[in-house]
């Protein structure tokens, strides 16, 4: 069984940034997906990004592009976001999780293993 654990999460002020890590058990972590969502208080949880199980394909959502990227490193069963230019918007609790093999990766049901969260607060 997989299991994530995020970490990176803090405060920070409008325009900065913050790099988000996923550290995932099990020796199999380069054979799916992996994607970042996130919740705020009274919203439904949300998808950010993905990437594939090579790292060769990313995903985004429309807010987030060119602000964000994900990228994995294989070796150290590690997913990444590095999240540049913050807004208050961005705020919420950022979840990693495992995605099915070929699945669309920007939707809920497309992941069956979830980390616990880390927390994300922009001020402006």
């Known amino acids: 069984q997989v299991h994530l654990v995020e970490s990176g999460g803090g405060l920070v002020q409008a325009g900065g940034s913050l790099r988000l890590s996923c550290a995932a058990s099990g020796r199999t972590f380069s054979n799916y997906p992996m994607g970042w969502f996130r919740q705020a208080p009274g919203k439904e949880r949300e998808f950010v990004a993905a990437v594939s199980a090579s790292g060769g394909s990313t995903y985004y959502t429309d807010s987030v592009k060119g602000r964000f990227t994900v990228s994995r490193g294989n070796a150290k069963n590690t997913v990444y976001l590095q999240m540049n230019s913050l807004k208050p918007e961005d705020t919420a609790v950022y979840y990693c999780?495992?995605?099915?093999?070929?699945?669309?990766?920007?939707?809920?049901?497309?992941?069956?293993?979830w980390g616990q969260g880390t927390q994300v607060t922009v001020s402006s």
């Open positions: 999780a495992k995605g099915r093999p070929g699945m669309v990766l920007t939707t809920i049901r497309s992941y069956d293993v």
